[in-house]
């Protein structure tokens, strides 16, 4: 993944501030924790990274390319939502593969990028309902495979 860099990045919603001029380096390889209150702009941040909304100021780079206003299905960028989610009438596999197959890539290499994900994050089951240990494991998938999605709205576990 390239270099994830924000400058000075600012979001408002109404008088309230969710980041307040943000500057960030997340370098190729890097393992990032965002943590603190709730409130207190995690979630905003991630959301303007992967384009779900636009930030009032700064400007968001993926290497050397400036993507503020790119939006998300341009960026290549895997994200898993708070409240899990996947496509009820889909198994695992064809959820994973969605995103792929909405950009037409060849079907030898959907079946290999979801199998190596799934691999990644230890899901090996098959059939049946998830247990919710499996589910964020599915929909974790999702999230760390290269334009494999598993972030649209579905259901999630009871």
Known sequence: MPE????GVTKRYGKVTAVDHLDLIVR?????????????????????IAGFIVPDEGRIFLGEEEVTRLPPEKRDIGFVFQNYALWPHMTVFQNLAFGL???HTPREEIRQRVREVLSLVR????????????FRRATTAGGVGPGVSASTPGTSPG
């Open 101 to 103: 197959q909405l950009r």
């Open 123 to 134: 899901f090996f089951r098959n059939g049946g309902s998830l247990s919710p240990p499996a």
């Open 28 to 48: 190729d390889g890097e393992i990032l924790t965002l943590l603190g209150p709730s409130g207190c702009g995690k979630t905003t941040t991630l959301r303007c």
């Open 4 to 7: 994830v860099k924000l400058d």
